[in-house]
């Protein structure tokens, strides 16, 4: 038993020994906004803020990290309150919708190293209303009746490599008909591969993190 331990350091020492940094390009697009964080250090904001209305926009930075990699990204889908809703008081008032895509290559030959698909794994932190009714109510008060929120504590080491993502749900792909991507989408050659992903609802779920660790 012992020897068996000693050699699975070895081996994990030798990769790590080998793992040399690679500039990365990333191509994301959220609805409506996402922090990127690799290896735990943050790499990329969304650079037009949530609060912007249609806040849609695809983001493209390139950025140098050691593989195996562990990608992060908060996604955020814009909420006027802890309702849920947005549009309060208007004849516009609704739950919105969120959405995140994203891919990764070798910035030098654009290789793909990674993608959005259900191989990542979310964990829900913020979702409202937990009642579907409260998108008509004329009076939507947070945290009350239909309009009740639920709010996670977000995992301090979240975004480090370490983490552990186990009890973590798959990462659910959603359909461009589903998702509607605007602004931004169409701006960027999607490899086949990447998927539109989010959490099972795209409406009550309105902030996820997502994990992936990428080895080579
Ligand atoms: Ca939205
Ligand atoms: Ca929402």
Not at 98 to 103: D, K
Request: overall charge negative.
């Amino acid at each position: 038993m012992r020897i068996l331990c000693l050699s699975v350091v070895l081996v994990g020492a030798a990769s790590f020994a080998h793992a040399e940094p690679r500039d990365i390009t990333a191509n994301i697009w959220a609805d409506n906004w996402f922090e990127l964080f690799v290896n735990g250090e943050k790499v990329a904001e969304d650079s037009v803020p949530i609060t912007t209305e249609r806040s849609f926009n695809q983001e493209t930075v390139t950025f140098s990290a050691d593989l195996p990699m562990a990608i992060a990204i908060k996604a955020m889908d814009f909420k006027e309150n802890d309702s849920g809703l947005e549009y309060i008081g208007s004849r516009r008032q609704q739950m919105g919708d969120g959405g995140l895509i994203a891919q990764f290559m070798d910035a030098g030959s654009g290789a793909l190293i990674a993608v959005t698909s259900a191989n990542m794994r979310c964990l829900v932190v913020h979702r409202a209303p937990l009642d579907r009714a409260c998108e008509q109510s004329e009076d939507p008060v947070a945290g009350e009746g239909s309009c009740a929120f639920l709010e996670a504590d977000v995992p301090s080491n979240w975004s480090d490599p370490g983490f552990d993502d186990s009890d973590w749900a798959a990462a659910v792909e959603h359909s461009e008909s589903d998702v509607s991507p605007k602004q931004g989408y169409d701006e960027i050659n999607w490899d086949e591969t990447a998927q539109l992903i989010w959490s099972e609802d795209l409406e009550l779920d309105n902030t996820v993190l997502c994990r992936l660790t990428v080895l080579n």
